[in-house]
Structure formats: C-alpha cells, structure tokens
C-alpha cells in the first residue's frame, strides 16, 4: 500500500485508481454512518476522490494515508449536509441486500445483527463505531478526522458500547420469555 502512495504522489494516476479501490468499502460505510441519500453519499465519495487525487502531493507521511482521506471524506459529508440544512440518520433496511454482497466475511447472520444493533445508536454514535470497529482506526485518528478530542471519542465508544450491551440485553430477554412460553404451549 506504501509503495502505491508514494507513487500516486508522484502521478502515478493507475497506482491512485488501485489505491482509492483499496478504500472503497471503508469510505462508503463511513459516507453512510452520516448521509443516508445513495446519491449524496456518491457524491461525497467522488468529491473526495478529485480533493485527495488533487491533494496526494501534499500528503506528507504515506502511513497516515487511511486517516487523511477519511478526514476528506468526513469533510465532504459535512459541507453535504450543510447544503440540504438536514442531518441524516442511516436507515441500513434500504440497501441491506447491497450491502450484504460488500461484506467479505461469510458469517452473515452476525452482519445483519450488528446493521440492527447500529440501527439504536445516534449518528455520531454510529460513526465512531463504523470507524473504530470497521475500518479499525484508533481513538487517536479517529478524534482528529472528527475534530474531536480524543478523549471525547472513547467516551462516545463506552456509551456506544454501553447502549449496545443494553439493547442485546432486552432482546435476549424478551427473547427467552417468549421461548418460555412457547414451551409451555
């Protein structure tokens, strides 16, 4: 990956063209965790496509490629947002199927739970947890994508968790009572 910034940086539009397919996926769920229009997360993925094809030259350290266009892309969805003067929440039920076929693990079941779980949590909830869990990025780089201190961010991450935990809690609950008086039937 290393040696395909250094030589987008240097021109190279073929090693950008792999690169940016390297991150697709990441950035469309990112795109997602804050627009919910297709056409408007499209929109935000290219716009940061033409910033960063444009911007690579000034990157100055390849390592810190994966959070640098994140920042675009999060940069984007913003002025987006800001332009139809509404915030977005995700609804996953739309495009399920669609997404379904980006997931590379074959353990779908857990994919479906983890979208409904996503589903009880706020945008800027969502959008740590995409980022930190998904695209594996730490607090660190996910407090300065998001212009937030770090701190802030493992907050937002334990309350996440802590409403997660919540949620599969009164499920399994109300689960078990129901198989309980199925069983009794």
Known sequence: MELLIKKARKGDKESFIKLIDGYMIQMYKV???RLKNEEDIGDAIQETILSAFTGIKDLRNTKYFNTWIIKILINKCNDIIAKNKIVYIESYDEIKNQELKLYISDDID????????????????????????????????????????????KSRLSRAKQKLKMYYVNTNTENSKLEGRINEI
């Open 110 to 153: 857990s994919k479906i739970d983890f979208d409904n779980m996503l589903e009880i949590l706020s945008q800027e909830y969502r959008t740590v947890v995409v980022m930190y869990y998904v695209n594996r990025l730490t607090t660190k780089e996910i407090g300065n994508i998001l212009n937030e201190k770090e701190g802030t961010i």
């Open 31 to 33: 795109a997602k965790t």
